[in-house]
């Protein structure tokens, strides 16, 4: 039995949790199900399933190997019918990344994707935390900021304009701001990705440099989420992509202050591992992808 199907044969029972089930479902032996589980470990070193009488239940490793798994044998099933696969006819899993206030602007539109491409399953990893895209085998995530240097493949998408913005409670209560000097009474919510970072304050062009005008807070947040909740509920003005809380902003939550001292557009780009072919899948998502935001960004 060759590597690719004995990986088969243990995806169906990590998926079953149970030999005699995935040995039902496969039409094969149950002891050639449990045989070929066991010739996968001694090659790879590794237990990949804790069996007991009771249960069949995957290690951390055996975790980590069905989710490689699943892509390769997805991968596979694609290359065998690349040459009469129509697009609609897509299958497999993609496994994506990006922030909440991205994700905002993809999920209305996600169903319609999903409809027209009925074999394909998205599972989408929303977190303010820069993933391992290769060791957690991301087929692409999207980046809104400057990149760090990196071996993934970068695909520019355009820029997210940053806006000011503070809660119609919160103007009430300080007033709203009209020029630089009006912010020595006002609050900034500090956004930092790790805590303990020192925030550089209230960000602004002008012309094309970046200059910062120090401001006290009352707030100090590492998530996206708590940047924009914590605006809403008055404790500060916020400096965000727009595209995050245009809900926010047509529901009345949130007014857009100081239009005239804008911080600087923020990137977007997609990023994916370098390989020499991108699956077809996964191509065809990053387009609608990048389709999906080009309402939402200007040009570089």
Same mark, same amino acid.
């Given at each position: 039995?060759?590597?690719? %199907?004995?990986?088969?044969?243990?995806?169906?029972?990590?998926?079953?949790?149970?030999?005699?089930?995935?040995?039902?479902?496969?039409?094969?032996?149950?002891?050639?199900? /449990?045989?070929?589980?066991?010739?996968? *470990?001694?090659?790879?070193?590794?237990?990949?399933? !804790?069996?007991?009488? =009771?249960?069949?239940?995957?290690?951390?490793?055996?975790?980590?190997?069905? %989710?490689? /798994?699943?892509?390769?044998?997805?991968?596979? $099933?694609?290359?065998? @019918? #690349?040459?009469?696969?129509?697009?609609?006819?897509? /299958? &497999?899993?993609?496994?994506? $990344?990006?922030?909440?206030?991205?994700?905002?602007?993809?999920?209305?539109?996600?169903?319609?994707?999903?409809?027209? !491409?009925?074999?394909?399953?998205?599972?989408?990893?929303?977190?303010?935390?820069?993933?391992?895209?290769?060791?957690?085998?991301?087929?692409?995530?999207?980046?809104?900021?400057?990149?760090? $240097? @990196?071996?993934?493949?970068?695909?520019?998408?355009?820029?997210?304009?940053?806006?000011?913005?503070?809660?119609?409670?919160?103007?009430? *209560? !300080? &007033?709203?701001?009209?020029?630089?000097? $009006?912010?020595?009474?006002?609050?900034?919510?500090?956004?930092? @990705?790790?805590?303990?970072? =020192?925030?550089?304050?209230?960000?602004?062009?002008? &012309?094309? %440099?970046?200059?910062?005008?120090?401001?006290?807070?009352?707030?100090?947040?590492? @998530?996206?989420?708590?940047?924009?909740? +914590?605006?809403?509920? +008055?404790?500060?003005?916020?400096?965000?992509?727009?595209?995050?809380?245009?809900?926010?902003?047509?529901?009345?939550?949130?007014? %857009?202050?100081?239009?005239?001292?804008?911080?600087?557009?923020?990137?977007?780009?997609?990023?994916?591992?370098?390989?020499?072919?991108?699956?077809?899948?996964?191509?065809?998502? #990053?387009?609608?992808?990048?389709?999906?935001?080009?309402?939402?960004?200007?040009?570089?």
């Amino acid at each position: 039995m060759n590597r690719i %199907e004995a990986m088969q044969i243990f995806v169906r029972v990590a998926e079953l949790a149970s030999f005699t089930k995935a040995a039902d479902s496969l039409g094969l032996p149950k002891a050639s199900t /449990s045989s070929a589980v066991q010739q996968l *470990e001694a090659q790879l070193g590794t237990q990949l399933l !804790h069996r007991t009488t =009771r249960k069949v239940q995957m290690t951390q490793d055996g975790q980590r190997f069905y %989710e490689r /798994s699943k892509d390769l044998l997805a991968d596979m $099933d694609e290359l065998n @019918s #690349m040459f009469r696969q129509a697009p609609q006819l897509l /299958s &497999g899993r993609l496994r994506v $990344d990006m922030n909440s206030g991205v994700a905002r602007r993809v999920m209305p539109r996600l169903p319609q994707f999903l409809r027209a !491409h009925p074999g394909l399953e998205v599972q989408l990893s929303c977190t303010d935390r820069r993933v391992d895209v290769v060791g957690e085998g991301f087929d692409c995530v999207v980046r809104v900021g400057t990149l760090d $240097d @990196s071996s993934l493949v970068v695909r520019p998408l355009g820029l997210f304009p940053v806006i000011n913005c503070a809660s119609p409670a919160y103007l009430a *209560e !300080h &007033g709203v701001p009209e020029t630089l000097d $009006d912010l020595a009474g006002h609050k900034l919510i500090h956004y930092v @990705s790790t805590l303990g970072q =020192r925030p550089s304050g209230f960000e602004y062009l002008e &012309g094309a %440099e970046c200059r910062y005008v120090p401001m006290q807070s009352l707030l100090t947040v590492n @998530s996206i989420d708590a940047y924009e909740t +914590g605006c809403v509920a +008055g404790l500060g003005i916020i400096q965000v992509p727009r595209a995050g809380v245009l809900n926010l902003i047509e529901a009345g939550q949130l007014v %857009e202050v100081l239009p005239q001292y804008r911080a600087e557009p923020m990137p977007a780009s997609l990023l994916y591992a370098q390989r020499r072919n991108v699956s077809t899948r996964v191509q065809v998502f #990053m387009d609608w992808l990048a389709d999906t935001l080009k309402p939402y960004l200007d040009q570089a």
